[in-house]
T-cell receptor
Framework: DAKTTQPNSMESNEEEPVHLPCNHSTISGTDYIHWYRQLPSQGPEYVIHGLTSNVNNRMASLAIAEDRKSSTLILHRATLRDAAVYYCILRAPRVGTSYGKLTFGQGTILTVHP | KAGVTQTPRYLIKTRGQQVTLSCSPISGHRSVSWYQQTPGQGLQFLFEYFSETQRNKGNFPGRFSGRQFSNSRSEMNVSTLELGDSALYLC?????????????FGPGTRLTVT
């Protein structure tokens, strides 16, 4: 699986936007970019995913670089509830290896200050 | 719709024993994946079941096994427990088995091996 690189930690103030970067320089043309987050004492939670175009949903936006070697998860207005570990994950469409498997890295610990 | 449920939530076992963990997916979901989370190794994929068939397997010894029933409920078994098996075991369900399907995680079962 292609590797992702994320900062170990980031901090933000409540109600400010947060930009969480992810580098994936070895991404292949068919790899999807997924983001999950894990709140304290909970299982991971799906946030968003995309392939080439920028994506928006009710939780966040995903900005994908034109060369797809990096992406940024954008939380438009951070709340205390957004404090979590954020994981950037590549999912390859190779039959068999992609079934049901998420390959988690170390993620970024996001701290939100009141 | 009820979320993914896992039982039991906490478990203490002795080295050498075996343990069975249970997972009930979201209604209508046919894929169930299992993950192990430890402070040292992070989140690691164990295996995935879809329509009662194991479709993918992570790099874990044969002591770790699982199965899925016709109602999509899944069980995971660990035989001959070792101290290193102490971890949070997470189950995730999704509608399908491919890379475009988001996974919904349960709260996990905290296993302690003494």
């Amino acid at each position: 699986d292609a590797k992702t690189t994320q900062p170990n930690s980031m901090e933000s103030n409540e109600e400010e936007p947060v930009h969480l970067p992810c580098n994936h320089s070895t991404i292949s043309g068919t790899d999807y970019i997924h983001w999950y987050r894990q709140l304290p004492s909970q299982g991971p939670e799906y946030v968003i995913h995309g392939l080439t175009s920028n994506v928006n949903n009710r939780m966040a936006s995903l900005a994908i670089a034109e060369d797809r070697k990096s992406s940024t998860l954008i939380l438009h207005r951070a709340t205390l509830r957004d404090a979590a570990v954020y994981y950037c994950i590549l999912r390859a469409p190779r039959v068999g290896t992609s079934y049901g498997k998420l390959t988690f890295g170390q993620g970024t610990i996001l701290t939100v200050h009141p | 719709k009820a979320g993914v449920t896992q039982t039991p939530r906490y478990l203490i076992k002795t080295r050498g024993q075996q343990v069975t963990l249970s997972c009930s997916p979201i209604s209508g979901h046919r894929s169930v994946s299992w993950y192990q989370q430890t402070p040292g190794q992070g989140l690691q994929f164990l295996f995935e079941y879809f329509s009662e068939t194991q479709r993918n397997k992570g790099n874990f010894p044969g002591r770790f096994s699982g199965r899925q029933f016709s109602n999509s409920r899944s069980e995971m078994n660990v035989s001959t427990l070792e101290l290193g098996d102490s971890a949070l075991y997470l189950c995730a369900s999704s509608e399908g088995s491919g890379l475009i399907y988001e996974q919904y995680f349960g709260p996990g079962t905290r296993l302690t091996v003494t």
